[in-house]
């Protein structure tokens, strides 16, 4: 596969991309799982990593089996908190947790956004339909249609799956909605908003890739002027 020339702008990238076939997009697509797979064997400190969500981004955490999505905790996602001592109490006693993230809004106890949750090539190809509905009259190039969608999408994950059932996706964050959740939104996407969580990164799933980010969520105005 030819890789795509140095010092790529958005656009040069884009027609780079609409270049290639199915089967190049393939073995992108597994080259970048095989590099979340060695990175996982980067040293990274979740309890540390669970502090920066709470204190920077002032989104609730709690703590998951490591490489799984149950809670650690007897009330799961009503657990989360904000609290640097409780959250360091819960990474020292399970050091390898995963972190879990309520979603909706904040006064339901969730971090403030909704998610969209894409698995494998059925739901990335849902969400590219879901995307180019919305698009200007005469578009026909579909999967790499420039429409941002119904969703204004703030940030966006890389999620590995479990290497059996759910293929690799991505969660889309869009701000809360006051909706609950919705499994089987359409083919390959879920949806959590009230009561639901995420897995977020740098936790890795049970097939060894790390959840990571794609679009970093902003931090809030107040954390921006103080650093």
Same mark, same amino acid.
């Given at each position: 596969?030819?890789?795509?020339? !140095?010092?790529?702008?958005? !656009?040069? *990238? ?7 076939d199915?089967?190049? *997009?393939?073995? *992108?697509?597994?080259a @970048?799982?095989?590099?979340? @797979?060695?990175?996982k ?5 979740m ?9 920077? *981004?002032?989104?609730? =955490? ?17 657990? &989360?908190?904000?609290d640097? !001592? ?15 993230? /309520? ?7 969730g971090?403030?956004?909704?998610? @969209? ?7 990335? &190809? ?6 180019h509905?919305?698009?200007?009259a005469?578009c026909?190039?579909? #999967?790499f249609?420039?429409?941002?969608? /119904?969703?204004?999408v ?5 999620t ?16 809360a ?7 089987g939104?359409? #083919? ?5 908003? #009230?009561?639901g969580? @995420?897995?977020?990164? /740098?936790? #890795?799933?049970?097939?060894?890739a790390?959840?990571s980010?794609?679009?970093w969520? &902003?931090?809030?105005?107040a954390?921006e =002027?103080?650093?």
């Amino acid at each position: 596969m030819t890789p795509p020339p !140095e010092g790529l702008d958005g !656009e040069a *990238l884009h027609a780079h991309m609409t270049t290639l076939d199915d089967q190049q *997009l393939s073995d *992108l697509i597994a080259a @970048v799982d095989a590099a979340e @797979v060695i990175s996982k064997a980067k040293t990274i400190d979740m309890g540390a990593s669970a502090r920066w969500y709470a204190t920077k *981004l002032a989104w609730p =955490v709690f703590p998951l089996k490591p490489r799984g999505k149950k809670p650690l905790t007897a009330h799961g996602f009503k657990d &989360a908190t904000t609290d640097p !001592e409780r959250i360091a109490s819960w990474w020292q006693q399970w050091p390898d947790a995963n972190i879990g993230i /309520p979603t909706g809004a904040t006064d339901t106890g969730g971090c403030g956004y909704d998610v @969209v949750d894409t698995a494998g090539r059925p739901g990335l &190809a849902a969400w590219a339909a879901i995307k180019h509905a919305t698009c200007r009259a005469g578009c026909c190039d579909e #999967v790499f249609c420039p429409a941002p969608g /119904p969703f204004d999408v703030r940030a966006m994950s890389f999620t590995p799956g479990d290497g059996v059932d759910r293929a690799p996706g991505r969660h889309l964050f869009i701000p809360a909605t006051g909706k609950g959740n919705a499994a089987g939104l359409t #083919v390959g996407i879920d949806y959590r908003g #009230v009561g639901g969580f @995420v897995v977020a990164a /740098p936790s #890795v799933g049970i097939s060894g890739a790390r959840y990571s980010w794609l679009t970093w969520p &902003a931090l809030p105005q107040a954390v921006e =002027v103080a650093a």
